[in-house]
């Protein structure tokens, strides 16, 4: 009896000792937090259409790979228990050495293309717990620059010295979906690794004639970055 006695104070006193550091740690999480990241963006191929080419009246439908490009972002959220909340501002840069046009003839031509990305976003996050390793998960949604700048032969004449054929964007609202790990280095501080699918759906824009092109603009992202609670 003696002994059990002993042993419920012993339980009683770690408890009682645990409960502060259990709350300094849930309430170092909460409030102010600042985030930056680097990013490895991996966008889908992407099909695409120029209108009046190769002559008025027809479309040109093109195939564009994409090559994995890298990118950035920064954040400023607050933190309410297990839920946070975010703005975000980031950006992503890919390029594209060819394309193939599905016009006669149809083939492979050389490209010098970039692709741009500038997004603000507002997203959410449920954090599901405050151990060693913390998974969350998270929706975003806001709005997407997209600046086009395409550089290379005319889809009739792939022989033809390069030109430029399109340089110009598009604005559209954009959605993230986001799954990922924090580590705290400490009580402030954590190292990120999430994964992030990012679409801005079809950008509309034009070619240097004033002819209207379609292209997508979705893939996905790995994000590689620090947190900081204020």
Same mark, same amino acid.
């Given at each position: 009896?003696?002994?059990?006695?002993?042993?419920?104070?012993?339980?009683?006193?770690?408890?009682?000792?645990?409960?502060?550091?259990?709350?300094?740690?849930?309430?170092? /999480?909460?409030?102010?937090? +600042?985030? =930056?990241?680097?990013?490895?963006?991996? /966008?889908?191929?992407?099909?695409?259409?120029?209108?009046?080419?190769?002559? &008025?009246?027809?479309?040109?439908? /093109?195939?564009? &790979?994409? =090559?994995?490009?890298?990118?950035?972002? #920064?954040?400023?959220? @607050?933190?309410?228990g297990s839920f946070r909340v975010e703005g975000e501002f980031g950006f992503s840069h890919n390029t594209q050495d060819h394309y193939i046009a599905i016009v006669p003839p149809t083939g492979t031509i050389p490209a010098d293309v970039k692709d741009d990305a500038l997004r603000g976003m507002v997203n959410g996050y449920y954090?599901?717990?405050?151990?060693?390793?913390?998974?969350?998960?998270?929706?975003?949604?806001?709005?997407?620059?997209?600046? %086009?700048?395409?550089? =290379?032969?005319?889809?009739?004449?792939?022989?033809? +010295?390069?030109?430029?054929? %399109?340089?110009?964007?598009?604005?559209?609202?954009?959605?993230?979906?986001?799954?990922?790990? =924090?580590?705290? /280095?400490?009580?402030?501080?954590? #190292?990120?690794?999430?994964?992030?699918?990012?679409?801005?759906?079809?950008?509309?824009? @034009?070619?240097?004639?004033?002819?209207?092109?379609?292209?997508?603009? +979705?893939?996905?992202?790995?994000?590689?970055? %620090?947190?900081?609670?204020?």
């Open positions: 009896m003696r002994n059990m006695s002993k042993k419920t104070a012993l339980i009683a006193l770690l408890c009682a000792s645990a409960a502060p550091m259990a709350a300094a740690k849930a309430e170092g /999480l909460d409030g102010w937090y +600042a985030s =930056a990241s680097a990013t490895l963006s991996v /966008l889908n191929d992407t099909g695409g259409t120029i209108a009046n080419a190769p002559m &008025p009246g027809s479309t040109v439908r /093109l195939e564009n &790979p994409i =090559a994995a490009g890298y990118g950035g972002q #920064l954040a400023l959220g @607050h933190s309410f954090d599901f717990s405050y151990g060693s390793v913390m998974p969350y998960v998270g929706a975003g949604v806001g709005i997407a620059r997209i600046d %086009i700048n395409f550089f =290379a032969p005319r889809a009739p004449f792939p022989m033809e +010295a390069p030109r430029q054929l %399109i340089k110009d964007g598009d604005t559209r609202f954009a959605y993230q979906l986001m799954g990922g790990v =924090a580590v705290p /280095l400490s009580e402030d501080v954590a #190292l990120t690794l999430q994964y992030r699918w990012f679409d801005a759906g079809t950008v509309e824009a @034009h070619d240097v004639r004033g002819e209207r092109i379609t292209r997508d603009h +979705a893939g996905h992202n790995v994000d590689f970055g %620090i947190r900081i609670h204020l």
